[in-house]
C-alpha cells in the first residue's frame, strides 16, 4: 500500500520551503516565480537549467540555492578546454602502493553550479549525461554513487551568442524544467543597486535546512496523491505534442515522468496531499517546452515550441475532479 504525504509532513514542508524561498529571495531581487521553480525541481528530485542573457542573475541563482541549503556545493566554470575528467574525476596510480586511486571531480557534491553550461564542447557536455540521469560515475569501469540530494542548476547563454554550442538533446531531456530570468522590474533593479552595491549579498544568507531535511522533503513530495486522471492526463498531453505537425520533436517519456514529480514537488508547496490539473498546466510550459523541436513550418510562422504547448493546453480535455476511493483512482476535489 503507497503510502500518502499527511497533514503535519506538508505543514512541515511548507515552513521548511518557505524559509529556503525567503533565503533566496534576499538575494534575487523581483523573480518570486523563478525562485519558486528552483525549489519545486529540488523537491522533485530534477535538475533545473537557466537561460538567459549575461548579467541578469543567472549564476547569483544557483550560487544562493547553494547557500541555502547547508550541503556540499560545488561549481563548474564550463570552457571549451574544460575535459571530461574534470567533471567526473580521474584514476590516479599510485606507485608507493602501485593501485589506482580514484580522485573525485566537481560533480561529487549535493548541488553543482554548472556555469555557461554551453560553452563547453558537446563531448565535455556529455559528462554529465550518466550523472544527472542515473546519479553515478563510472570511471575505469568503476561506478561511484552521487549522494542524495543531488542537483545540477546550471546556466546557459543564448545559443546565437559568440562561443557557444548548442545542448544536445540528450542533455536537454535530462533537465527537468527550463526558466529564463527575464530582466527584473524598475523597482527591483533600483533595489539591487541598493542592497548588491554595499556588500555581497549571498555573505549574509544563512542555511535554512540541510541535507537531511531536503532527503525528508523529497520523500514528503514523492508521496503525493497523483490520480489515474491526472496521470491519463500527463500522457495525453505529452503524446500530443509528438502528434502535432508543428513539431518534429516530441516530448520523451522521461518528460513525462518529470513532469508528474514536478506536479507532486508544487501541490506539497502549496500544502495539498494531492495533485490538481492546475500543477500540470503551470509547469507543462517550463517541463516540455525545451525538449521540443518546432518544424520547418512552424518557424517560418514564428511558432515556438511554448506557442505550441499552449495551444495543445488548450485542446487536451481536463479531467474533472471527483471524490477519490480505492477503486476508482480519481484525484479528490
Given amino acids: 500500500m503507497t503510502t500518502m504525504a499527511g497533514p503535519r509532513e506538508l505543514e512541515y514542508l511548507a515552513g521548511v520551503t518557505g524559509a529556503i524561498k525567503s533565503a533566496i529571495e534576499s538575494v534575487i531581487e523581483g523573480k518570486p516565480e523563478v525562485v519558486d521553480l528552483a525549489v519545486t525541481v529540488l523537491l522533485a528530485e530534477g535538475h533545473l537549467l537557466v537561460e538567459d542573457v549575461p548579467g541578469v542573475g543567472k549564476t547569483m541563482l544557483a550560487k544562493a540555492m547553494g547557500r541555502a541549503v547547508d550541503c556540499t556545493v560545488r561549481r563548474i566554470q564550463f570552457t571549451p578546454d574544460l575535459l571530461p575528467s574534470d567533471v567526473t574525476g580521474v584514476s590516479i596510480y599510485r606507485q608507493e602502493r602501485h593501485e589506482f586511486e580514484f580522485k573525485p571531480g566537481a560533480i561529487f557534491a549535493n548541488i553543482v553550479v554548472g556555469d ?24 575505469d569501469g568503476v561506478t561511484h554513487r552521487l549522494e542524495s540530494p ?27 524544467a527550463r526558466v529564463s530570468m527575464g530582466y527584473p522590474s ?87 496531499g494531492h495533485v490538481i490539473p492546475d500543477d500540470v498546466q503551470a509547469l507543462a510550459p517550463l517541463v516540455l517546452a525545451h525538449r521540443l523541436m518546432p518544424s520547418a513550418e512552424a518557424q517560418l510562422a514564428r511558432r515556438s515550441p511554448a506557442d505550441v504547448l499552449t495551444s495543445i493546453l488548450g485542446q487536451v480535455p481536463v479531467p474533472a475532479p471527483r471524490v477519490a476511493t480505492s477503486s476508482n483512482g480519481s484525484w479528490p476535489a
Fill in 116 to 139: 555557461e553550461i554551453n560553452r563547453a564542447s558537446p563531448k565535455t557536455q556529455s559528462a554529465l549525461l550518466e550523472c544527472m540521469e542515473e546519479h553515478q560515475v563510472t570511471v
Fill in 186 to 272: 524598475a523597482n527591483a533593479e533600483l533595489d539591487m543597486l541598493g542592497h548588491h552595491g554595499e556588500h555581497d549579498p549571498l555573505a549574509g544568507l544563512r542555511p535554512a535546512c540541510d541535507a537531511n531535511t531536503v532527503r525528508s522533503l523529497i520523500a514528503v513530495a514523492r508521496a503525493v496523491y497523483a490520480a489515474d486522471g491526472i496521470k491519463e492526463y500527463v500522457v495525453n498531453l505529452v503524446r500530443a505534442t509528438r502528434s502535432t505537425p508543428e513539431l518534429r520533436l516530441g516530448a520523451s517519456p522521461r518528460s513525462a515522468l518529470h513532469l508528474l514529480r514536478a506536479s507532486k514537488a508544487r501541490a506539497a508547496i502549496s500544502g495539498r
Fill in 150 to 176: 543531488f542537483i545540477v542548476v546550471a546556466t546557459q547563454n543564448p545559443v546565437e551568442m559568440e562561443g557557444t554550442f548548442p545542448l544536445p538533446e540528450a542533455q536537454r531531456d535530462r533537465f527537468m
